[in-house]
T-cell receptor, first 113, second 113 residues
Framework: EADIYQTPRYLVIGTGKKITLECSQT?????MYWYQQDPGMELHLIHY???????EKGDLSSESTVSRIRTEHFPLTLESARPSHTSQYLC????????????FGEGSWLTVV | AQTVTQSQPEMSVQEAETVTLSCTYD???????LFWYKQPPSRQMILVIR??????QNATENRFSVNFQKAAKSFSLKISDSQLGDTAMYFC??????????FGTGTSLTVIP
C-alpha cells in the first residue's frame, strides 16, 4: 500500500465550524490532489498542487481552500462547514517516480450536522 | 478535453467466472496512461492495473488483464476466476501528458457466491 495518510478518518461537526482535513505522504511526490466523492459515486477533483507553493482549483467548485508549504503536506480547510459539505474527501499523490500512478489515502468521511 | 466513459453502472458475476468491464475515453493526444482502480466498500482506492499508450502489448496482472484498443480508444478490464474479494467499485482513469487525471463514473461489481 502507498504511504499516504489522512486524518481524521471520520468526523461529525456542527454547521458553521471550521475544519481542516490533513493529508501527508512520505513518497516525496510533487503532485497532490483532493477529490470529493459521495458514497458509490464518481470522484470530483476539487484542488490540486504540482509542488510547493503551487495550488489550483479543480473541476468542482468548492468552498474549501488548500495550502502546500511542504512537499509532504497538503491540508484542506473548510472555513464554515455546511450540511452540503457532507461527503468523503480523498487525498492522492503522484509523481514520475511512481510511474505517474496516482495513489490514494484512505479517505476522510465528513458529516456536517 | 479528455473524457472517460464507463457505460456499465452495475455488473455482477458468479464466483470463479470471468467478467469484463468497459471503458472508453476521448483524447487527441498520442502519449498517455490508462489505469483501472478498485475501491472496495468503505476501503481505500487501490491500483489494479496500468497501461502506457505507447505499449501495444496489453497489460496483465495475475487475474486482471486489459484489452487496450488505441484506435478505438477503448480500455476494458477482464477479471478471470472472480473472487468474492473482487466485489468493489472499479474506476477507469486516464492521465494526459500534462499529468492531469480524469476518472470515469465507476462500475459497481458484485461477485455472487
Amino acid at each position: 500500500e502507498a504511504d499516504i495518510y489522512q486524518t481524521p478518518r471520520y468526523l461529525v461537526i456542527g454547521t458553521g465550524k471550521k475544519i481542516t482535513l490533513e493529508c501527508s505522504q512520505t513518497m516525496g511526490h510533487d503532485k497532490m490532489y483532493w477529490y470529493q466523492q459521495d458514497p458509490g459515486m464518481e470522484l470530483h477533483l476539487i484542488h490540486y498542487s504540482y509542488g510547493v507553493n503551487s495550488t489550483e482549483k479543480g473541476d468542482l467548485s468548492s468552498e474549501s481552500t488548500v495550502s502546500r508549504i511542504r512537499t509532504e503536506h497538503f491540508p484542506l480547510t473548510l472555513e464554515s462547514a455546511r450540511p452540503s459539505h457532507t461527503s468523503q474527501y480523498l487525498c492522492a499523490s503522484s509523481d514520475l517516480s511512481s510511474g505517474n500512478t496516482i495513489y490514494f489515502g484512505e479517505g476522510s468521511w465528513l458529516t456536517v450536522v | 478535453a479528455q473524457t472517460v466513459t464507463q457505460s456499465q453502472p452495475e455488473m455482477s458475476v458468479q464466483e470463479a467466472e470471468t467478467v469484463t468491464l468497459s471503458c472508453t475515453y476521448d483524447t487527441s493526444e498520442n502519449n498517455y496512461y490508462l489505469f483501472w482502480y478498485k475501491q472496495p466498500p468503505s476501503r481505500q482506492m487501490i491500483l489494479v492495473i496500468r497501461q502506457e499508450a505507447y505499449k501495444q502489448q496489453n497489460a496483465t496482472e495475475n487475474r486482471f488483464s486489459v484489452n487496450f484498443q488505441k484506435a478505438a480508444k477503448s480500455f476494458s478490464l477482464k477479471i478471470s476466476d472472480s473472487q468474492l474479494g473482487d466485489t468493489a467499485m472499479y474506476f477507469c482513469a486516464f492521465m494526459n501528458t500534462g499529468n492531469q487525471f480524469y476518472f470515469g463514473t465507476g462500475t459497481s461489481l458484485t461477485v455472487i457466491p
